[in-house]
Nanobody, 127 residues
Framework: QVQLVESGGGLVQAGGSLRLSCAAS????????LGWFRQAPGKEREFGAA????????YYADSVRGRFTISRDNAKNTVYLQMNSLKPEDTAVYYCAATMSSYSSRPYDKRESYDYWGQGTQVTVSS
């Protein structure tokens, strides 16, 4: 079992930056693949970024590639999402998620691949 708590959301102007953090409980943090998803009002929850257990591999949705960077610190049980060049269409609730499965056996960009979810943090980008 792992509990995930996101933080770092807020209101920012277009072109600005935010860094989201997701702190995890438990002693097996390095055993989890981690992802960031987001859900805008009236829309489905969509994949944003994922990182493998060791941090060696990262994956991004086309909509955020080149602007967002996912990273993890296994010593601090924390995963980060650095978001630069933010756009109004990035406005959403951002969720972190964890999976015990390898991304070689489960798609990193599917919600059903993840076993645990945080409560979400709101990001609002004004134009």
């Amino acid at each position: 079992q792992v509990q995930l708590v996101e933080s770092g959301g807020g209101l920012v102007q277009a072109g600005g930056s935010l860094r989201l953090s997701c702190a995890a409980s438990g002693r097996t943090f390095s055993s989890y693949g981690l992802g960031w998803f987001r859900q805008a009002p009236g829309k489905e929850r969509e994949f944003g970024a994922a990182i493998s257990r060791s941090g060696a591999y990262t994956y991004y949705a086309d909509s955020v590639r080149g602007r967002f960077t996912i990273s993890r610190d296994n010593a601090k049980n924390t995963v980060y999402l650095q978001m630069n060049s933010l756009k109004p269409e990035d406005t959403a609730v951002y969720y972190c998620a964890a999976t015990m499965s390898s991304y070689s056996s489960r798609p990193y960009d599917k919600r059903e691949s993840y076993d645990y979810w945080g409560q979400g943090t709101q990001v609002t980008v004004s134009s």
